[in-house]
């Protein structure tokens, strides 16, 4: 027998190893980003470590190419739900034969900032343990985790650890320490981690009587409210001035401490349910009132609904609602046990501050100023390092669009369509935020409000500094609104250093260029900007001073084309003409020669002083500034249609007529603008509105009903922008911007008249005043590009 040798078989080589050093940039501190790092790591088979610094996170992977390329997949496409990833660069190391995946220290390496996570509202995991007693945080007004709690409203410096937050002068127990120490528990790293042993505490404050302990506070605050009183309740980014919404005493008697006559205040409901049952909810708004950010909504008021209080948001249709986004708030809403109080149905919760002051965020200072609008504190010894307001939203053509972006929003950044220097936009007058622009980035500040007193210019200038330091951003330019008389515009030539330049704006160009921004269009990118709004400095052909507002103009970046725009009407005695609509319906009534007869509602709604003196100022044309301000013909035809007369805040008169026209038939009267060319061939079209307000008289003369006058007012207006649509696109894409864009129904008409045009509204900053910022950071920072200036006006 033979016995014949086979040789062994080859055995295939082992794939190589290698390692590779990325850069995670984007929304990565604060969001659990590290643990699931950890855990995928672990999942996949590599090895390495995982950290932070100040410009976002970096991972070394150690492993086969495929395992290696299947990581950095899956760190793509399976990233925690509040995480943002805009960038990871990737570099190879040489190996080091790691066995294992570890999270390491922080460091504090240079370079580019990593962003700064905002504040979100409690999640279900941690409300389950709120509610469960066997749970150690069961009852704790601070529970929170990676994917909850306060993040903007408390981070003093990056990279976002504890003793970079207010968080750092409260030391952890074991418990807590365990947790935050431990990579597969949902807290690990969780900067307020926090629990009755070791965290902040509340406190009821009634006069000198001072009560704690949870329970005992939370039925403190119960029966203040249940008794009708007013409670400043310190939440995440500032105090809330608190009262039952269901009381009309109560709301009554917020509005005259607060002086606040008539603007709606918000609502916040304890669930869902709760809202629906007084406002009408679509699925977009229930899904926005339920997200991460919980913005108040505004909502339909339910028909025949009997709550809240008529007094919350009188003579409007629409409700300003929220839901609970702490642990204090859902505490408020439950029942204390052993309590003989009953929780309340629906409160009141409107920015604890006086009228046009900003948002009391200090405890020594809101015991100062809000001393004589409350009847009590509830607080806390948790410092809030931001002030940040509640942001505000509407569901507009089925998309939601930002009124006010402030809390649960602000800071996440907008991501430019290019490169840019560093530049600041320092918005406008009204509805007041900053822009730091740098990179691919432009960070857009929390509301700060008007800007019509000391202390919210000091709000401002501690946003521009907390904003510009975070980010270690020093503006080359600033962009200023041109209007002389700004605050903004005085405080940025009065702080600017000699080498930052000064760039003007036109305010509807930075309406116009911050959709564009935001929309990501690039440098070589044109729109066709329909900016309609209340009032922007303008300056016409001839030299001079103008207040626009109607304006369409052919823009991009650089500059702008004024195409077409609503022709000049005088405005009689600038602001207190626009607080008084009937007197802008006089002037205009006066500039068309209708006779002044007493049977036309402005007219018999001015005193025999504006009938005298309102006509004489337009005929000399003294104290008359022209205006092709869009909404200030809104607030003509409000007046005109015996909608609103005087108003008490800002857009009233508007916003009033668009319910009316809600309710309107559609074609039951025919409105139409007229179209003439300017005087130079070459210049823009004027829109000309005589045909509208004389269709408007003759319709109230004739006995046509109001609400179908409102709606065929609107229509005209979406005809006409239509139609300047059509001749002067070109193809570009079409911006809708400007507050005037607020109104939902006039935003839709103009949508289905525009069907197959490519039409840009905002979504991630408002259309109002609010954007401005945004808009003028971007022209800045364009402007110190080495190419020419902003073009006409």
Known sequence: MSIVAHPRAAR???PPTERRRLTVAGIVQGVGFRPFVHALANDVGVAGHVGNDASGVFVEVEGTPAVLDEFVRRLVTDHPPLARIDRIDAADVPPVGEGTFSIVESSHAEGPRTLVPPDVAT?????????????????????????????????????????????ATFPLCA??????????????????VACASCGPRIAFEHGPDRVVGTDLVIAAV????????????????????????????????????????????????????????????????????????????????????????????????????????????????????????????????????????????HDVDARERLADLADAFCTHDRPIEVPCDDSV???????????????????????????????????????????VASGRHAWVGQHVGDMESLATLAAFEASVTAFTT????????????????????????????????????????????????????????????FAFDGTGYGVAADGSTQIWGGEVLRSDYRGFDRVAHLAPLPLPGGDEAVRNPCRIALAYLTALGVPLDTDLAPVAAC?????????????????????????????????????????????????????LAESGVIGACELRFGLAQGGDADGPTMIDPRPVLAGIVDGVRSGAAPRDLAAAFHV????????????????????????????????????????????????????NDGGLSLGQAVIAAVATLGVAGEGSS
């Open 222 to 361: 119960q029966r203040t409210l249940q008794r009708g009183g007013i409670v400043a309740i310190k939440g995440l980014g500032g105090y809330h001035l608190a009262c039952d919404a269901t009381s009309e005493r109560a709301v009554a008697l917020l509005r005259e401490r607060k002086g606040r006559s008539e603007k709606p205040f918000a609502i916040m409901a304890p669930d869902l349910p709760a809202v629906r049952a007084i406002g009408e909810c679509s699925s977009v708004e229930a899904a926005t009132l339920t997200g991460s950010a919980r913005p108040i909504v505004l909502v339909r008021r339910r028909a025949g609904a009997t709550n809240p209080a008529r007094g919350v948001a009188p003579d409007n249709p629409l409700l300003g609602v929220m839901l609970p986004y702490t642990p204090l708030h859902h505490l408020l809403f439950a029942v204390v046990p052993g309590a003989d109080v009953e929780p309340p149905r629906l409160l009141v919760m409107t920015s604890g501050n006086r009228s046009d002051e900003p948002i009391c965020f």
């Open 470 to 529: 975070m980010y270690r951003a020093a503006p080359t330019a600033l962009g200023v609104d041109r209007h002389p008389g700004y605050l903004t515009r005085r405080w940025a030539l009065a702080e600017r250093d000699p080498q930052q330049r000064i760039v003007d704006v036109q305010h509807h160009h930075a309406h116009v260029a911050a959709a564009m921004a935001e929309h990501g269009l690039g440098l070589a990118d044109e729109v066709l900007g």
């Open 716 to 767: 005209a207006v979406a005809d006409v922008v239509a139609t300047l649509a059509h001749r002067h696109t070109a193809g570009r894409p079409i911006v809708l911007t400007g507050g005037v864009f607020q109104n939902a129904l006039l935003t839709r008409l103009v949508r289905q008249r525009l069907d197959g045009y490519e039409v840009l509204t905002h979504r991630l900053v408002p259309t």
């Open 123 to 167: 999640c279900d995991d941690c409300l389950a343990e709120l509610f469960d007693p066997a749970d150690r945080r069961h009852r704790y007004p601070f529970v929170n985790c990676t994917n909850c709690g306060p993040r903007f409203t408390i981070i003093r410096d990056l990279p976002y650890d504890r003793p970079a937050t207010t968080m």
């Open 607 to 659: 005193d025999e002083i504006e009938r005298s003196v309102v006509p004489r100022q337009v005929e000399r044309d003294v104290g008359c500034v022209p205006t092709t301000s869009m909404g200030r013909l809104f607030d003509a035809v409000s007046s005109l249609l015996d909608v609103r007369h005087r108003v008490t805040y800002e857009a009233q008169a508007a916003i009033q007529l668009e319910h």
């Open 393 to 435: 939203v509407r569901v507009v053509d089925g998309e939601v669009q930002p009124i006010r972006r402030s809390r649960g929003y602000a800071p996440v950044p907008v991501t430019l369509p290019f490169d840019m220097p560093a530049a600041l936009g320092v918005g406008g007058e009204l509805k007041n935020t900053c822009c």
């Open 175 to 192: 418990d807590c320490a365990a947790e935050y120490a431990d990579p597969t528990d949902r807290r690990y790293h969780a900067q307020p």
């Open 12 to 14: 295939a080589p082992s």
